[in-house]
Every structure is written in C-alpha cells, then in structure tokens.
C-alpha cells in the first residue's frame, strides 16, 4: 500500500441532510470523497476529483 | 439432507448468507426464503453457489427517465442517488447477493450522464475510476469477512445488463471464488507468477498483442475462449491495485479505454462484453498473491452472431471456438489504432 492510499478524514463535523446522515469528507489518492447513508440504510459514497470536478456531492 | 454454508439464524435475518466450508444442516435449520441470500456447496463440482432470491424483483430495463441511477433532480422522481450532480458514486446494492456480515455487493456508477461507456469517459474521469475501484478494494479488502474483492462490469442486454446507465458492480465474496483459485493454481503449476509469464510470452511472440503503452499491455491470449477476448494486464508485477503507483493508475485507464473504444469500432456497434479485474485475495491462504489485470469476455463472434455457452462448455467444461486468437487480434488491433 502506498501513502497516498491512506484515508484522510478531515476535520469537519458530522451533519444531518435530509433524514440522512453525512460524514465529514476524506480524502483518498487525488479523490475527494463523501459519504453518506441513505434513508433505507445503505451507504452510499460520492466521489470527487480534482481535474474532473463538477459536482460537489451535496444532497437534494 | 440440505447443505448449507455457516448460517447465523436470527442474527441478521434479512442479510443472511452462508460463508465457507459446509457444514451439514437438517431441514429444519434451512432458513426461510425471504429477504435472505443463501450459499451452498456444489459437491459435485466443488464450487458454491449462490441464492439471492430477492434480486429477481430487480429493476429491469427501465426507460430513460426512470433510470435508478441518474441523479436526483430538484422536484424529480427520486433515484438511487439524491444529488442533483455528481461525480462517480457508489453504493451498496439494493437487490445484494452478498450484505454484511458476509460480504458485500456495491455498484460504481461512473457518471451522472445516462448514456456513454467506460470508453466514452473523459481520461481524467477514467483515471478518477481507477482510484475509486483502488479504495474499494482497500474498505472491502480490510474486512474480516471478505476474502475476495471482484469489481467488473456487465455490458448490454447480451450478457445480462438490467441498468443501461454507465456503471459496473463490485461483489465482496466471504470465500475464494473458482475462478481466481485457477488463477493461484496457475502460478504454482508455472513456479512463479502465471500472469507475468504469459504476458512475457505474449510480448515476446506479439501477434496478439493488440495495445501497448508504457506500463500496461493488451492482448488477445494464446488460448482465448470467447472469439474476441483481451487481458488488459500491468507490466510490472503488481499484486492489486493499491501497489500500483498513480502513473500505472493512468496508463490502466489508458488501456482499457483503448480497448473498449476499439471493441465498439470493430463492428461499428456497442460490443457487449463481462469485464473482471482480478486482483490478489484479500484474506484466505491466497492473501497478497496475484496480479493485476482486468479480463474482458465478449460474447458476440461476429457482428451479428453471439457465442452461446452449450454442451461442451457447460457439460464439459470445454470452449469450442470458430475464431483463431491471432486472427481476432488481428481485426482488434487494426479497430483500436482506426478509434484512437
């Protein structure tokens, strides 16, 4: 495994969006990375990278 | 008398699936049928198999504007992913063969535009794919109860697609599945890693090899079962994606975007295929061996004509196959350079 592999949670606080709940972001690689349980229960991760980014990953 | 795999009755009633070796079970421990995955041994042919009933009320082919997997639009139908954008997203399976505590199944949705492929993305985007696939089998990898990580992708209504939407499937096995097993086998009937030697043996005679660049290498193999089929394979012996450095990441998207672009050119059509990346097990007496590379099954022979699996290959275990490797590679290697 090489360093830059590691999961990096950052600092920001936990919050509630819409009955689901969010997880501060990480950071994996050159990815930005979300998650997310939906309201069924599953997990769901929305990934973001640098030189692609459009989206934010913010919920309706 | 019924056999199962290892069953933990109450714990988990509506994710419950059988791990490992079996055990012999009485009528009365067989679980019931709803809302549960079931493994059981094949004695006869020394494989498992899996019950995951609840994926026959899976979505199927659903019309563009009720695509699970499009994004959720403001005052839209709701999808699997309520974003109004996104990026690449995954997410644990709604209809799964495998759930926790064993195993896992998530599907990787590789952009929030309905139409486009693998080879359509932007490299930026494929290169995103590769590090998303890189940290799931690192999450996936790290459980206890996961010994094989598997992500791939089924392409067209050939081989099984419900979803058209751009995306491929991860499945986090609680056992080592048959066929990377034949993979480790291989590597101790060749006395060293079976993937490096065929690929040195692919380089060195190079009528099949079909893509090339400076750390991956495609090819049709010598002994090729499906009339089209390409091993997409990292030059330096690198058991998963996790020891592959970000240059090698890049060259993997590279390739197997060279590829999938080729495959639609070849017969001028969206070529259907099963696509597997083989990595090392995760856990298990195969743990931290292999080496990665990503195979792609193609069931069309022509145009027009797909190859079934019939008696021989079901009953015998035998492909029989009307196409000669060197001459499809051939065809493929001319369809890559005309769609680069």
Redesign the interface.
């Known amino acids: ?2 360093p ?2 590691e ?1 990096e949670p950052s600092c920001d606080p936990p919050s509630e969006h ?1 009955g ?1 709940r969010e997880e501060p972001p990480e950071t ?4 930005t ?1 979300r998650r ?1 349980v ?1 309201d ?1 229960g ?8 640098p ?5 934010e ?4 | 008398m019924v056999w199962l795999g290892r069953i933990l009755a109450g714990a988990c009633p509506e994710r419950l699936v059988g791990a490992g070796r079996p055990a012999p079970l009485t009528d009365a421990q067989v679980p019931t049928r709803t809302g549960m995955s079931e493994l059981r041994y094949h004695e006869l042919r020394g494989e498992q198999v899996v019950y995951a009933i609840d994926r026959q009320e899976r979505t199927f082919l659903p019309a563009a504007e009720h695509c699970p997997l499009c994004p959720t639009r403001p005052g839209g139908e709701p999808t699997e992913i309520p974003a109004p954008a996104f990026e690449i997203a995954v997410f644990e399976n709604r209809f799964p063969a495998f759930a926790s505590p064993h195993g896992a199944a998530e599907v990787v949705v590789y952009t929030d535009s309905h139409t486009g492929s693998l080879g359509t993305l932007t490299h930026e985007r494929a290169q995103a794919l590769m590090w998303v696939w890189r940290h799931r089998y690192a999450e996936l990898g790290a459980r206890a109860d996961v010994e094989y990580v598997f992500i791939f992708e089924n392409r067209g209504v050939e081989v099984g697609v419900t979803l058209h939407h751009p995306h491929g499937q991860i499945y986090a096995y609680p056992f080592l599945p048959p066929v990377p097993a034949a993979e480790l086998a291989a590597d101790a009937r060749l006395g060293g890693c079976a993937v490096c030697e065929l690929s040195a043996r692919e380089l060195s005679d190079g009528r099949r090899v079909v893509y090339e660049n400076k750390h991956v290498v495609v090819h049709v193999p010598y002994a090729a079962r499906w009339a089209y089929e390409a091993h997409v394979v990292m030059r330096a012996h690198r058991t998963d994606l996790l020891e592959c450095e970000p240059a090698e990441l890049d060259a993997l998207a590279a390739g197997l975007q060279a590829l999938v672009r080729g495959y639609d050119a070849l017969f001028d059509r969206v070529f259907p295929y099963v696509m597997a990346v083989h990595q090392a097990p995760t856990g298990g007496a195969g743990r931290g061996r292999g080496h990665v590379h990503v195979e792609f099954y193609p069931p069309l022979r022509t145009a027009e004509k797909l190859k079934y699996l019939a008696g021989s290959e079901q009953g015998a275990g035998t492909f029989i196959s009307d196409t000669l490797p060197e001459e499809s590679a051939l065809a493929l290697r001319a369809a890559i350079g005309d769609a680069t």
Do not use: E, N
Request: proline share 6%; charged share 20%.
């Open positions: 495994m090489t830059d592999s999961p819409d689901r994996f690689g050159p990815l990375l997310y939906k069924d599953r997990a769901l991760i929305l990934y973001t990278h030189d692609t980014g459009h989206a990953g913010s919920l309706v």
